[in-house]
């Protein structure tokens, strides 16, 4: 168990490091957005949301679950060392995802190779429309482009749809959390909007990794015959 321990806390560290644009914003949050936007920034987590979130801290990965994260192609020993990278992407996925439809904005396109360049003032002024400018905004990782080391798209897209089988509240969650802030999707351009929605997502993905990490820790739920 402490080598799998060892192994999970650098897998983690290494998922961070590979973090290259958590939260692009370096607007200052700010507290109410016109009209237009239909935006505002209220960052007061909902009782849903802390509901949500207690029921995943109290959660437990049984081996199945584990091995179920890649629709049984990898037995459940390997996978649970994996599983922080397999869950960590899938989550900020998922929250990226919620984040485009809140905003009436096409799927997440598929992985292409890494652009480290970050957007420079000049292409940020210059965009026109709310894709546009979000496209240059949106959160980038290693993890999530064919530049990974870990996985390979597919296997990200399998842990998704097992994830929101097992647990929707990491969807409902971010859903609930957008709509909180943004009812209805801006119908003009306003990039404080837009910053804070991205600055939103990354909260509300560092407080639902956390407890996933916990759950995946824990191993209570397990059969003795695991060990």
Known sequence: MWTTLIVCLGLT??????DIDKATPTSDPISTIDNDSLCFANTSSSSLIEQELDKIRTDCMTPQDFELLTDNAIR???VQIWSHVFVGISVTTIGLQELRNT???????????????????????????IEE??????????MRSLDSRFLFEHNVDTAITYLNKRLPSIQRMFKKAFEEVCPAAPTVLNKKAIDSM??????VDDNIQ??????????????????
């Open 198 to 203: 991205i600055k939103l997502f990354g909260d």
């Open 210 to 227: 956390k407890e996933t990490e916990r759950m995946m820790r824990r191993d209570d739920c397990w059969d003795e015959k695991y060990y």
């Open 76 to 78: 459940y020993h390997i």
């Open 133 to 142: 400018y979000y496209n240059l905004r949106e959160p980038r990782s290693r």
């Open 103 to 129: 905003l009436k904005l096409p799927a997440l396109p598929h992985w292409t190779p890494l652009n480290r360049t970050n957007p420079s003032e000049h292409e940020l002024e210059s965009a026109t429309t």
């Open 13 to 18: 560290i290494t998922l961070h490091a590979d």
